[in-house]
């Protein structure tokens, strides 16, 4: 797994939501681990090659998954 640069098209696509929950906690085991050694604080599952609706970041020290979010206002 590697994090994706501009003008890779995933980056720019809207993506569809999370259906298999068992894939995504594999994904966002991988993704942690990807996050850390990069130094990162959060990172998005387009941003590594998958077209869901899903990212982690580091909230306070502690990795916080959220799927499939929604804009509210």
Known sequence: MKILLAPNEILSSVCKPVTDYAAVQEAQKKMRRLMKQSEG??????????????????????????INPKRIS
């Open 41 to 66: 604080l959060g990172l998005a599952a387009p941003q590594v090659g998958i077209a869901e609706r899903s990212f982690i970041e580091a909230s306070k020290g502690m990795p916080r998954v959220i």
